[in-house]
C-alpha cells in the first residue's frame, strides 16, 4: 500500500490460473486491517468461487490473513500440535530454537488442511466450505511459487475442466489503432481462440489464446488462426512468443553469415547498444561510429563536406553516405546509418522535429528511408532505433 | 488478469499518493468486462475519497473506463471537438491520418475536465462530483507516469492537508547495504524529517521527507538534514530530486567548456546513448567509436597490436590506449574508454564475465579503474556505463 513492492505475486497466480482453464476476475490489495481483510474476504467469496491470499502469515502481529479468513467464516482459529511440532523442526534444522512467536504458525482455521512450506516457516492453508474454496499461501514469491507449483497446481487441476494455451505475434512500427483496423475482420468473428492486442513501448503484441480440454485440440485452433493473421500482416511480423526484434536481427545476420556497421547520430548509440543486448552479437556488428560533430561526420567517416554543405546533416544524401562509408572503413557486408532531430530543439520549418533519415548500404547498393516521429527526445531515439532494426531486418529477409 | 502484465503501475501510485499524505486502502483489479467494471467502481466510490483507474482509455473495443464510469455514475459520454482536433493533430504530426476509432478518444464523461497526453493519444480525465473525485489515466507506464507526474500530483497536493515536503539525494556505485551502514546513525535518529532508502537500477536515491503543516517550516527541516547526509557522504552524492547521471554529467562537461569522444567495447554504445539522452549533448559529445571487433580496435582506433596480443582486449593497457586513442582522433579534450566481457560466455578463469576497465585520459594524462560486475549481460552492460559516467564525473568535478 506503500507501494514499496512490486505484486508479482498476482501476476505469477493469473498466469497459472488462466492456464488451467480457471478465469481470474478480480485482483485485489487491501492492508493489514483486520476490518478492511474480513471486508474483503467477505466480498472475494460472494464473487468468486476460489478465493486464493498471499501474505499476512507470518509470526507477527501484522499477519492476520488466518484469523481474518476465521472472521469473516465465523470458524475458529485451532493449534496444530503436529504442524507445531513441524515448524519447531524447521528452525531446529535451522540450528535455531523456535522463537515463541512462532507457534501463532501452528494454528489453522477448523477443518483446514495444512500445506508444507519447504522454504519457510509460514504454512499454507486450504479451507474448503460448501461454496468456496480458499487457498492461502505465503507472501514471498520465493515461499509461495514452490508451494503453488508442488501443492496447488495439482490439487487444482483435478478440479478444473479445460486449460487455456496461447501464443503471440509480435509486429512494430505501426499504431495500435492502424493493427485493429488491418484485424478488424479476425477481431469481429474471434471466439475460441481469441485474438488481442497489447501495446508495448515500440511494439505490438498479438496474443492468439484457445480454451480447450486438452493441450492437443489447442494448437490446431492457434496455429490456423496464426496462419490468417500472418496473411494479413505477413511481414510485418518479426517474431513470436519471447522474440525480441534484437535477437531476431541478430539471428538473421548470423543466418546469413553477414557482417555489419553502424553510423549513428541522432540515434547516439542507442542502435549500437540494442543490438550488443543479445550474446554472440560480436559475430556480426563490428563496429559503430558515433558521428554527433560534422567534422566527425566528415573527418573519421568521410561524407563529403559538400554534401554536409548542400543538404545538411540531416537528409537523404548524407545517410546514402554515411551507410557507405561506414561500410567501406569497416570492412562489413552491411552498413547501416541513422541521422536525425531527436530535439527538442534544432528543429526548422522543412527539418522539424521528429525528422529522421535511416540508410542501408549492401555490395555497391544503397538505400534510404525518411520518418517523422513525434515525441520526447529519448522516445524518438528510441523509436529511430528500432526502425532501424525493422528496416535492417526486412532487408536481411529478402537476401 | 491472464498475467501477461505485471502491475507496475499501482506501486508507482501508491508511492506517491503515501507520499502526499494520502492513505492508500486498496488496489482492485478488474478485466475489461463492463458489468465488473461497472461494480468495482461502484465499490470503489463507496470506500473511498478518491478513486484512481489505470488503462482502458484506447481507442479499441476492450477500452470500456470512460463508458464504465459514465455507467456507474449515470452521466453521460460527450464528444469534445477541440479534443477531437487535438488528437487529429496529434496523428497529424505524426504524418498520418487519425484513423476514424481514435475519435473515440475524444468522447468525455460530461463535465469531466481532460489531462493532456503527450506520449500517446489517449487524454486522461478529472470527474469531480459531490463526493468522489475520480482520476482516469492511461494504462501504458511511458504514458501514465509522466501524466500523473506533470498534472495529478499537483493537482492533488492542493488537496491535501498537512503537506508532505521531500527532497531526494542521489548517489551510484555502492550497495544499499553499504550505504545504510554509513546513514545508520542517522536513520536511528530520524523522526522528522524521515530518511529512506529506495534502491533504483544503478543508484539509490535518499529520500529526506518532512510533514509540516506548511512549505515554509519544512524546508530548514529538509536542508539540515540534506547537510549531515552531504558532511557523510561528500562526492558520492551526483545531483538531487530530477537529476541523472546523465544530465549531470553533460552539465559538468559544459561548465568546464570540455569536449569528450568515447571508445565502447562491452558497452557497445550504452555510454554514449546515455549521454546523448541529454538535451544538447551535441555540444560536448564529439563522437564515439564502438570497437566491437579487435580488427576495429586495432585499424579504426589506431590501439597497438602488439598491446592487444601481449595484454589482451580486456585488459588495463587496452583501456589506457583506447581513451588516449579516441582523444587524439577525436580531438576532444577528454577520451573515455570501455573494455570488458558482458557476458553470457568469453569468461576465463583470470578474467570473468563480468570484468571490466574504464579508462579515461586528458591532456597527456591517462587513468583506469579495474572493475566486477555480475549480472546478466544486459545488466552487467548499464552498470559498466554508469560507472563510467560517474569516474567522469568524479574526474569533472576535481578539474
Known sequence: MLGDIINTNAQYLSQKLSYLGLNVYYQSVVGDNMERLVDQINLARSR???????????????????????????????????????????????????????????????????????????????????????ILLPGPPNEMIPMFDSLVFPYLKKKSHSIIKSRTIKVTNISESKLQEMLQSIIDKQKNPTVALYAKSGEIDIRVTAKTENPEEADPLINDMIKNIKAILGDMIFGYDDDTLEYVVNSLLRKNNKTVSIAESCTGGLVSSRLTDIPGASESLMNSLICYSNDAKARLLGVKEETLRKYGAVSKETAEEMALRIKDISKTDIGLSITGIAGPDGGTEEKPVGLCFIGWSYLDKVYTQKCLFNGSRTKNKFRASTKALDLLRLFLIKL
Chains 1, 2 share one sequence.
Open 48 to 134: 468468486a468461487d476460489i478465493v486464493i491470499t498471499t501474505g499476512g502469515l507470518g509470526p507477527t502481529d501484522d499477519d492476520i490473513t488466518k484469523a481474518g479468513l476465521c472472521n469473516a467464516l465465523k470458524i475458529d482459529l485451532v493449534l496444530q500440535n503436529r504442524l507445531a511440532e513441524r515448524i519447531k523442526n524447521y528452525f531446529n534444522k535451522l540450528g535455531t530454537k523456535m522463537p515463541e512467536i512462532n507457534l501463532r504458525q501452528a494454528y489453522v482455521p477448523q477443518g483446514g488442511k495444512t500445506l508444507e512450506n519447504n522454504n519457510g516457516s509460514a504454512p499454507g492453508i486450504i479451507y474448503e466450505d460448501d461454496k468456496n474454496i480458499f
